[in-house]
């Protein structure tokens, strides 16, 4: 089940029918159809072919035939992905006080999972078509599309082919490995499934060193791994990913407090940097959706073209965790309240977000097309902080010494970001390659650059060229760059 069936790597495994959508909770309201969709032309499958073609996102493995739900980066993707978490490690860290950083390992000590709950609950009811095409669905999935669509949960049939569906059984989504050379069940470690429980583990390393005290947080950002049952959802849910969480430490009154500071503080993370606010919107949990860590938990969710999905949850975890880990490892982990002189074991507001769905999110956001005369234009309007690409620098002939003038222009700014240096091909291609990744700015260098060393600037957005001195062009464009911007999608 594991391997790409050919018609999934056609679209590069985006599911065809909502009831997979996500692989999570699909839309609550049930409908497909919402207003802010209205005169968006993005597509996932638009989406899927552009990161193909620009080396954004691939399946990984692809000469053998792929191997499901796992895709590998290129260039451009590694470049946007960086900026993403640059952007996150600038709010946890940059812009405040209280939040200090960590990288704590992929393999812990078993005993981590057991305190956490993970090896008994982290399971998902899994059940197989019995008919023709023996696929695996997630139980829940199928049976909350049924719901929505006004049919009896209890008679979901095979959404492929209409066959029987087996008895469920719960499926664990660690990945087990072994360490050393036997394999017997004392060696037996697993892939985090998130990174959130090395920051409860080192609770008590980091609140000795880092000078901090409740209300406090610790961020970070790695890989996990989780084997998802349900296939095909490009790099919306994948095998294995990166989660951004940062899980903040407060005195138990205060949980109210952060829980709302936090919601909001996540969902404007998102908008400051151009997801449109019509396309965003915090959900809270149903009851029966909450873990069973969290008193209350709201999604940061965006309008995909197939609906809203999950980007990102904020949870109250209370103090499950660090109570969970003091009785598992047998130690105290509290911390002494100057104020009321006891001690207490501190409450935990949890921001987790995925790198790639909100890389995904970017990408669907910023697609737009337009009519450019009379060709169509396919742009990434991305916020130009997360940009691959800031600038562009091409010089209009590969001759009469503009190349050499262009390059020393590159050169001038490569301090204010990535930059790149292109001479191939027509200048109007040069330009739809550069509006393809998102490059906010392209500069030319002409004939006129040789005789009074000014250059033309291009707006990737409103098209619009200026005429710049090249001894001006670095102090303004990093101006651009810091200023905030808004999508132009959003009209
Ligand atoms: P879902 O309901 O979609 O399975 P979740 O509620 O299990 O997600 P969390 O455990 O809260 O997810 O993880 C926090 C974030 O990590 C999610 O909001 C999502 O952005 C990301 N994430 C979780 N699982 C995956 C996955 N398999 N692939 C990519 N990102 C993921």
């Given at each position: 089940?594991?391997?790409?069936?050919?018609?999934?790597s056609?679209?590069?495994?985006?599911?065809?029918?909502?009831?997979q959508?996500?692989?999570?909770?699909?839309?609550?309201?049930?409908?497909?159809?919402?207003?802010?969709?209205?005169t968006?032309?993005v597509?996932?499958?638009?989406?899927?072919?552009?990161?193909?073609?620009?080396?954004?996102?691939?399946?990984?493995?692809e000469?053998y035939?792929?191997?499901?739900?796992?895709?590998?980066?290129?260039?451009?993707?590694?470049?946007?992905?960086?900026?993403v978490?640059?952007?996150?490690?600038?709010?946890?860290?940059?812009?405040?006080?209280?939040?200090?950083?960590l990288?704590?390992?992929?393999?812990?000590?078993p005993?981590?999972?057991?305190?956490?709950?993970?090896?008994d609950?982290?399971?998902?009811?899994?059940?197989?078509?019995?008919?023709?095409?023996?696929?695996?669905f997630?139980?829940?999935?199928?049976?909350?599309?049924?719901?929505?669509r006004?049919?009896?949960?209890?008679?979901?049939?095979?959404?492929?082919?209409?066959?029987?569906?087996?008895?469920p059984?719960?499926?664990?989504?660690?990945?087990?490995?072994?360490?050393?050379?036997?394999?017997?069940?004392?060696?037996?470690?697993?892939?985090?499934?998130?990174?959130?429980?090395?920051?409860?583990?080192?609770?008590?390393?980091v609140?000795?060193?880092?000078?901090?005290?409740?209300p406090?947080?610790i961020?970070?950002?790695?890989k996990?791994?989780?084997?998802?049952?349900?296939?095909?959802?490009?790099?919306?849910?994948?095998?294995?990913?990166?989660?951004?969480e940062?899980?903040?430490?407060?005195?138990?009154a205060?949980?109210t407090?952060?829980?709302?500071?936090?919601?909001?503080?996540?969902?404007d993370?998102?908008?400051?940097?151009?997801?449109r606010?019509?396309?965003?919107?915090?959900?809270?949990?149903?009851?029966?959706?909450l873990?069973?860590?969290?008193s209350?938990?709201?999604?940061?969710?965006?309008?995909?073209?197939?609906?809203?999905?999950?980007?990102?949850?904020?949870?109250?975890?209370?103090?499950?965790?660090l109570?969970?880990?003091?009785?598992?490892?047998?130690?105290?982990?509290?911390v002494?309240?100057e104020?009321t002189?006891e001690?207490?074991?501190?409450?935990?507001?949890?921001?987790a977000?995925?790198?790639?769905?909100?890389?995904l999110?970017?990408?669907?956001?910023?697609?737009?097309?337009?009519?450019v005369?009379?060709?169509?234009?396919?742009?990434?309007?991305l916020?130009?902080?997360?940009?691959?690409?800031?600038?562009?620098?091409?010089?209009?002939?590969?001759?009469?010494?503009?190349?050499e003038?262009?390059?020393?222009?590159?050169?001038?700014?490569?301090?204010?970001?990535?930059?790149?240096y292109?001479?191939?091909?027509?200048?109007?291609?040069r330009?739809r390659?550069?509006?393809?990744?998102?490059?906010?700015?392209?500069?030319?260098?002409?004939?006129?650059?040789?005789?009074?060393?000014?250059?033309?600037?291009?707006d990737?957005?409103?098209?619009?060229?200026?005429?710049?001195?090249i001894?001006?062009?670095?102090?303004?464009?990093?101006?651009?760059?810091?200023?905030?911007?808004?999508?132009?999608k959003?009209?």
């Open positions: 089940m594991l391997w790409h069936s050919p018609d999934e056609a679209n590069g495994g985006w599911p065809s029918g909502r009831e959508l996500g692989g999570g909770r699909a839309s609550p309201s049930g409908d497909l159809y919402d207003p802010a969709m209205a968006d032309v597509t996932m499958d638009k989406i899927v072919a552009l990161c193909k073609r620009r080396g954004f996102v691939f399946p990984a493995s000469i035939g792929g191997i499901a739900n796992t895709y590998d980066y290129g260039h451009y993707g590694v470049l946007l992905v960086q900026n978490k640059s952007e996150w490690w600038r709010a946890m860290l940059q812009d405040r006080d209280d939040i200090v950083a990288d704590s390992a992929i393999i812990q000590h005993a981590v999972w057991k305190s956490s709950g993970h090896l609950g982290f399971s998902d009811p899994l059940v197989q078509c019995l008919g023709k095409c023996k696929k695996r997630r139980l829940d999935h199928l049976q909350e599309a049924a719901a929505e006004g049919e009896d949960p209890a008679l979901v049939r095979c959404p492929e082919c209409g066959g029987e569906l087996s008895e059984r719960e499926f664990n989504l660690m990945f087990k490995t072994q360490i050393g050379t036997v394999e017997d069940t004392a060696s037996t470690v697993y892939l985090r499934p998130e990174t959130a429980q090395g920051i409860f583990v080192d609770f008590k390393q609140l000795a060193v880092s000078r901090k005290k409740p406090f947080g961020a970070q950002i790695g996990s791994f989780r084997n998802e049952i349900t296939p095909g959802n490009f790099i919306f849910r994948t095998l294995e990913f990166e989660q951004m940062m899980e903040f430490f407060h005195p138990p205060e949980s407090a952060w829980y709302e500071h936090w919601k909001q503080a996540r969902f993370w998102y908008t400051e940097l151009g997801i606010a019509d396309h965003l919107r915090l959900r809270a949990h149903e009851d029966d959706e873990s069973h860590y969290s209350r938990t709201a999604d940061v969710e965006y309008l995909f073209p197939i609906g809203w999905s999950e980007l990102e949850g904020v949870a109250d975890r209370g103090n499950f965790d109570t969970q880990h003091a009785a598992g490892a047998k130690t105290k982990i509290e002494y309240d104020a002189k001690r207490y074991v501190p409450h935990v507001i949890e921001p977000a995925g790198v790639g769905r909100a890389t999110a970017f990408l669907v956001d910023a697609y737009d097309e337009e009519e005369e009379g060709d169509v234009r396919t742009v990434l309007r916020h130009p902080r997360l940009a691959p690409v800031k600038v562009a620098v091409f010089p209009l002939v590969k001759k009469d010494g503009q190349p003038l262009a390059k020393e222009v590159r050169d001038a700014l490569r301090r204010i970001g990535q930059t790149e292109d001479e191939s091909g027509a200048i109007g291609k330009y390659r550069q509006d393809e990744i998102g490059t906010p700015w392209c500069v030319t260098v002409d004939h006129q650059s040789l005789e009074d060393r000014t250059v033309t600037v291009r990737r957005d409103s098209l619009a060229q200026e005429r710049v001195a001894d001006d062009l670095p102090a303004l464009l990093a101006g651009r760059l810091a200023q905030p911007w808004s999508s132009p959003a009209g």
